[in-house]
């Protein structure tokens, strides 16, 4: 046999497999539980389980609330995803590109939003917003929210840049395309599996939020504010539908994004000869 | 061959920050010439290419391609191709796209661009490949890509930044017969920067080798390898054993140099300045032109007293390492048969000779 099997010990392999087993049981068991009991027909969750239904997911969609909520986290999303990444972009562009004085403590504040904790975010969001006269409406929650997702759209496509060949740019200059049209034909065709990456992922940010968007939606609320507006009244199975709807459209949205990030996207800098 | 100037460099000094990487340079270019910039990493030869594709601004002076000055031109304004060491294939295109390249930034018509990119593909034999991803490629395969992608414009100059250093030894031998070729048959003038000696000698016209920023020769391969004018030519090259010592006479036609392994001579023509008594002189003589024997040899100018320290097989020859009584390094290359009668036993007492004539004066710089 090869050596890998001589040199492997049976017991560190299973308690390896175990932990793995473990570790995403812990993670995802809540989340199953949620989707268990939303097609669960028991008031309240217990075991053992009442019989299939789908009175939950019906009476979700019948309330008109649930659905300006999904509205506006869907239309708030999309807009954030295309902002944040425009940023992003620039920034990320701007890092690659330019070396100036200072140019760490603009990589530092770029990146900073996303590790200020987020009721403090929250707070000072709906401080300045409605200092500004911005507060309580979508656009709030759009500003809020490109805030905290343009620096992931930044790290996003930073990385990408960082794999491409130096030479690259100025090749594509020296064969005649201005600077134009060398972001045109060179730099976002490259960048583009981590420009549709960034923008899947800072719509699941959006889409996911809650604390933030609680403190400035005022009366646009977003889907997650509305959740908490029911858990707050009652305890509904209906959270549990709506738990795994918004669990199934922010899966989709990452996977999406990890298969643009890691699929395949020709060679880079990196793996070059 | 009188060949009108293409480019030339007059005065133009590169610095970055307060580093100066090109100092003072004043050289042409010739139309329709393969020159070749020589020398060791830092040199500044990938900087003066740089500076003539336009991606870098002189500091001082003036470039001048087709006599007018071109300092500021961006570099996608003028027709100065580059084929970079990295090759810089632009990996989300295919093939025939990254051809097309250049003809579709000029704003050329799809059907004429993907004509002359297919003919261009086809004269470097990657026609078959057109429609594959560049990553799908061989080495050799790429440069090619590479080339025709920097050809399909038929610039009047090209630029090539050590495009064969990816490549293996057996490649690289096919590559410079395909890079010689083309420039023949096209008749554009190739600069080629490259730090390798082989790949230089073997397919310029015209070499410059730099050091530190400074040309240090130019001339065809011939010229620098028989007589390299400065020491550090010498030494860059390698082929040449170099003495150092002070001028006991000197005249038109012959100069004796007191060096600590002996007294040296050299004469024979190639003395246009001679040296004045007493200055410090530094003469140099090819590791080709120097003869060994077992007895001391009579009759002949300049005879060194050596012990055998090593010998190392070159193919059709053989280099002789050999050390002087003062420690001093020299080396000698012969073919089999000229070695083959001599004892070269580590430590064995031999004597090398060489004529005058084919003792040269560098300059120490």
């Known amino acids: 046999m090869s050596s890998e099997a001589i040199n492997r010990n049976r017991a560190v392999d299973w308690s390896l497999r175990a932990y793995i087993v473990l570790s995403y049981a812990f993670v995802f068991a809540p989340i199953a539980a949620s989707f268990v009991f939303s097609l669960n027909s028991d008031r309240f969750p217990s075991i053992p389980l009442g019989h299939f239904s789908l009175e939950w997911y019906q009476a979700v969609a019948s309330d008109p609330l649930v659905w300006q909520g999904l509205g506006n986290t869907l239309v708030i999303g999309v807009i954030v995803g295309v902002i944040s990444t425009l940023l992003g972009f620039g920034a990320a562009y701007t890092d690659y590109r330019y070396n100036f004085f200072g140019k760490q403590v603009y990589l530092a504040l770029a990146l900073l939003p996303p590790t200020i904790p987020v009721i403090i975010m929250g707070l000072a969001m709906l401080a300045f917003l409605s200092r500004i006269d911005l507060s309580g409406r979508a656009i709030s929650v759009i500003i809020a929210h490109v805030v905290i997702c343009a620096p992931f759209a930044m790290a996003i496509i930073r990385l990408r840049l960082s794999q491409m060949d130096p030479a690259l740019e100025p090749a594509a200059w020296n064969l005649g395309a201005s600077e134009w049209a060398t972001m045109r ?65 922010s899966m989709t949205l990452v996977i999406l994004a990890q298969v643009l990030l890691s699929g395949r996207t020709g060679p880079t800098a990196a793996d070059k000869e | 061959m009188q060949r009108d100037t293409l480019v030339s460099f007059e005065g133009v000094i590169k610095r970055f920050g307060g580093f100066t990487a090109v100092q003072k340079m004043d050289f042409e270019i010739k139309k329709g010439e ?91 034999q990657i026609l078959e490949f057109a429609d594959r991803n560049v990553a799908q490629l061989s080495g050799g395969q790429r440069q090619r890509v590479a080339l025709a992608r920097s050809l399909v414009v038929e610039p009047e100059i090209l630029l090539l930044d050590e495009p064969l250093s990816a490549l293996d030894a057996a490649l690289k031998v096919r590559m410079q017969s395909v890079l010689k070729n083309l420039q023949r048959e096209t008749g554009i003038t190739f600069v080629y920067v490259t730090h390798s000696q082989s790949e230089a000698f073997s397919m310029a016209d015209r070499v ?115 050390e002087t009584a003062k420690g001093h390094e020299i080396r000698v290359q012969k073919s089999h048969d000229e070695l083959a009668g001599l004892p070269l036993d580590i430590g064995q007492e031999l004597f090398v000779h060489w004529a005058p004539t084919d003792s040269h004066l560098v300059a120490e710089a």
């Open chain 2, 208 to 322: 410059v080798i730099m050091s530190r920023g400074v040309i240090e020769q130019i001339g065809t391969p011939q010229e620098i390898y028989g007589a390299p004018r400065t020491r550090f030519v010498a030494d860059f090259l390698g082929s040449s054993n170099i003495f150092t010592g002070k001028v006991l006479a000197a005249s038109q036609s012959m100069v004796e140099v007191e060096t600590p392994d002996g007294r040296l001579a050299l004469g024979g023509g190639n003395l246009p300045i001679p040296p004045r008594q007493g200055d410090t002189a530094t003469l140099t003589v090819l590791d080709t032109k120097t003869h060994l024997s077992v007895s001391r040899p009579t009759g002949a100018a300049n005879i060194v007293p050596v012990r055998v320290i090593g010998e190392e097989f070159v193919g059709a020859t053989a280099t002789v390492y050999l």
């Open chain 1, 185 to 249: 034909h060179v730099i976002v065709p490259f960048t583009k599996p981590a420009i549709f990456g960034a923008l899947f992922i800072t719509m699941a940010v959006s889409f996911d939020e809650f604390a933030i968007a609680w403190f400035v939606s005022g009366l646009n609320e977003t889907l997650p504010v509305k959740v908490l507006g029911f858990l707050q009244g009652q305890v509904s199975p209906r959270i549990n539908a709506i738990g795994t709807f918004v669990f199934v459209i």
């Open chain 2, 34 to 124: 393969f020159l070749a910039i020589m020398g060791s990493s830092g040199c500044g030869k990938t900087t003066t290419l740089r500076m003539l594709a336009g991606l870098e601004a002189p500091s001082e002076g003036t470039i001048r391609l087709s006599g007018k000055p071109i300092n500021h031109l961006p570099t996608w304004q003028r027709d100065t191709p580059m084929v970079w060491q990295s090759l810089a294939l632009f990996p989300f295109l295919n093939v025939r796209e990254n051809v097309e390249f250049a003809l579709k930034m000029r704003g050329m018509a799809k059907a004429e661009r993907r004509q002359r990119a297919e003919q261009w593909l086809d004269r470097m």
